[in-house]
């Protein structure tokens, strides 16, 4: 049986077992003398059963189904002959993919010998074989917990009560997803990490200036350097974020505080919104703006004034990443500045301040910790933004102060190790992880530190 | 004399402030007007980027939608593809349309000949032509051993000459399209004979390495099961993790700490949800490499704190009156929330998930982590099947060196743009549909 169709099916149960418990409960009512007799409302004890049908039954299914392929691999590989389990992980894991594709029918890329035949007819019965086991295990599960339910079912059970029990445990469950989410980020990236500073050390990663991340598949291999310094990569992750806020910030700031303190009610309410499309943007389309649009246009631009640029300069993929951070500085900006009370602006106007001078000297100040909140913010954005770098600038990594010069980022570091066919041992793709490790650390540590300094320096006008 | 002040020639003092004041005015109001205009600039210049990115997509896009066809007398040779003459269609699927395409462009342009000139005049035709031959027969095997114009999808190079992307005073060697092919195609258009048409293929096919053959089908299709699973599970978990964090959950430390942490997944960068994906739904539960299944699961993760965030807020804005009158008639605080605060918070509930889902529709980065950057030619049927998206067939077609590919993916991005502005659009409608003022 199919994995939709069990579920389907074991809905299905979970209706009948309501009707039924709603049942039960109103004719045991009836003969004590109506509903009102219940300490429930009928609909809470078919509830109540349906519950019990149901939620055993899926979870044993959601944990067999996780398992599943783990365990028929682990099977067959016992029964493959011992020269095959003798194998590297990555040559036995070819194995299996063409036994996989035997037992499906599909092309198979070695000639097929007897064994192959045998590991393939053998995981196509264990599959059979778990899947009927799921079937049975699951739907047996499903009526047994319904039934017991039902079965519990009596004027004084107090159904409302248990199942506003259950449904708060699942409430909690859902709300701790975050920190599920949180742990399991942390431990992917730490642990290939982690494997990854066995093979190099922390110190060389950190501090090293020279990053060529190709790997020997052959001792006497030329170019196989399998340098892993990622100082370039940082650089070149901090020139393009730093053109970016170069970009953002000067236009963020002054048109948010052109459009709350100067604009008219009219303009203010048609250029905010359209300003703040450039939020809702993929990323992608930047991307390829600054690839098909913006790249040529600083390069011709460079040619015309005799300079030397390159076809993916920093200087086209930091622009672009700072129009798409206009609005994040722009509208938390905005915030901050409205959060201004008037009486302030008043008092300054009181006093013969032009109304630059008040911006400059009483609102600037006063919203100064939000503002620098909210331009942290946007740095770790720029830092953490993948599309536009990854298809506008380099892939070479390079140690250099010059915007016009192709530079790369950790990000697309990140990308081009992991796109596209690797083992998942060598130290290319554990070097991604790494990378992984340092954005999240780094990112999360801007975060904090923006929180912080709003949560310590703000004004309390209250 | 002791005074030390040059200005202060016995004038009263008010008078002296006064002077000071009115002869810095006019250095404070041109300093007004710079800021004033720095702050206009400032806009601007904003709005001048937002305006010249839409232009250069739309610009580059339009054309993308329209496709280049020939006219060209074929005459389905019985010999040739049903030598048996039963019609039988096991027989026609294995017949060479190929040759047919072939012969069809031999007989417009008799005079050719040579291997070279050939090849270059077969180019003049997609090489789906043959394709589209075939299923004319095969709708129709009455056609067999007539003679019908039949409008042939015509290759990319032709195509962007038509469009006139391709620069014909460029000299010949460093031109993509040949003098020759260039001389057919104006003999063509003189007989009336190049058209180019709405391209509803685009609309309909899954990818292709032909830029005239190649469709946003598949990606629209991966698109749409990867966020009908994102929305599966992110909208319950969500609005579930809402209401507990608003209406139920005690003030300790377990509370705190997940609120951090909400507050933390919205800023984590989106690529590090794909190496998560990777690690743990891949490498670690083996689930297959590009399912939209696992891209669901990474961008309701993604999305998940926005929609907390929402759902919280729209919680919050229901007033205390509606839960204490819930109470007082003597509702459970499970039923308060479930029958009176839950509807009325809904409709903002349901704006932050549409918002989250325009997000999760527009994400690239972690769907590469987890490979759905593989050339998907067939339009996915489920949610196990090797599926690309949208925006990442963007990112693929914008990698592909044919100019055709240019305005493909400008096309495709219109459509993705013109996806997240229906869907913002229907959150704007609902919240101002059903917002209300308490």
Known sequence: MST???????????????????????????????????????SYYGSYAALWALIPALVVLSVWIAFRSTIVTELVVRQLPPEVQQLGADRLGLVLNDVR???????????????????????KSLERISAAAMAVVVLSLGILGGGIAWRQIS????????????????????????????????????????????????????????????????????????????????????????????????????????????????????????????????????GFFAALTVAPLVRDTGAMLGLQVASESALAAGLVMGIMIIP??????????????????????????????????????????????????????????????VMAAGLSAKLTANPLDSVTTVTVQIVTLLVGDQEFDSPKTLAAFALGLVLFVVTLGLNIFALHVVRKYREQYE | MSNGNPSSSGAPPVRRVLEAVTGSLERRYASERRFRLLGRIAVITGLVFVGSLFLSIILTGYTGFKQTYLKVPVTFDQELLDPEGKRDPAALAAADFGALVKRAMQAAFPEV????????????????????????????????????????????????????????????????????????????????AVETRFNWGFFTRGDSREPELAGIGGAVMGSFYTLLVCLVIAFPIGVAAAVYLEEFAPKNRLTDLIEVNINNLAAVPSIVFGLLGLAVLINFFGMPRSAPVVGGLVL??????????????????????????????????????????????????????????????????????????AFVVDVPKGFFDPSTLLPVQVYLWADSPERAFVEKTAAAIIVLLAFLIAMNALAVYLRKRFERRW
């Open chain 1, 101 to 123: 594709n035997l037992a499906s029918g599909n092309v198979v890329s070695r000639e097929v010998t007897s064994e192959l035949r045998a590991a393939a007819d053998h995981l």
């Open chain 2, 113 to 192: 000949s040579g291997r070279g000139e050939l090849r270059e005049l077969f180019g003049l035709v997609s090489s789906g032509a043959e394709y589209q031959l075939q299923d004319m027969v095969e709708a129709d095997p009455s056609l067999l051993g007539t003679t019908r114009d039949v409008w042939l999808l015509a290759s990319d190079d032709i195509d962007m000459v038509v469009k006139g992307h391709i620069d014909r005073s460029v000299p010949e060697a460093e031109r993509r399209v040949n003098d020759r092919p260039l001389a057919w195609l104006d003999a063509l258009e003189k007989r009336g």
């Open chain 1, 155 to 286: 004027p004084r059970l107090r159904a409302r009560n248990r199942v506003e029990g259950i449904v708060n445990v699942l409430l909690v469950t859902a709300s701790t997803i975050a920190i599920f989410t949180t742990i399991g980020i942390v431990l992917s990236v730490l642990f290939e990490s982690l494997r990854f500073f066995e093979l190099v050390p922390i110190s060389h990663f950190l501090f090293g200036l020279d990053w060529s991340p190709q790997m020997a598949l052959r001792a006497d291999q030329v170019g196989s350097s399998g340098a892993f310094g990622a100082i370039p990569l940082f650089t070149g992750t901090l020139m393009i974020s730093g053109i970016a806020m170069l970009v953002a910030v000067p236009i963020g700031l002054m048109s948010a505080v052109y459009l709350s303190e100067y604009a008219e009610r009219s303009f203010r309410a048609a250029a905010k919104p359209v300003l703040e499309v450039l939020a809702g943007i993929p990323t992608v389309v930047y």
């Open chain 2, 300 to 373: 309701a993760l993604m999305v998940l704190p926005t929609i907390i965030i929402a759902g919280r807020a729209s919680l919050k804005s229901v007033p205390p009156s509606i839960r204490e009158a819930a109470l007082g008639v003597g509702a459970s605080k499970m039923q308060t929330v479930f029958h009176h605060v839950l509807p009325l918070a809904m409709p903002g509930m349901m704006t932050g998930m549409i918002i989250g889902m325009a997000h999760a529709l527009g994400e690239t980065a972690p769907l590469l982590m987890i490979g759905m950057v």
């Open chain 1, 4 to 42: 939709p169709l069990l579920i389907a099916v074991l809905l299905g149960l979970a209706a009948a077992a309501y009707v039924f418990g709603r049942r039960r409960s109103v004719s045991l009512a009836s003969g004590a003398g109506g509903v009102r007799h219940l300490h429930s409302l009928p």
């Open chain 1, 328 to 389: 994040f500085v722009s509208s938390l900006s905005d915030d901050v500045i409205n959060a201004v009370p008037q009486s302030m602006r008043d008092a300054a106007y009181a006093l013969g301040a032009t109304q630059s001078e008040t911006v400059r000297q009483v609102i600037l100040p006063a919203a100064l910790p939000g503002i620098v909140g909210s331009i942290l913010l946007a740095v770790s954005r720029a830092i953490g933004e993948t599309m536009i770098v």
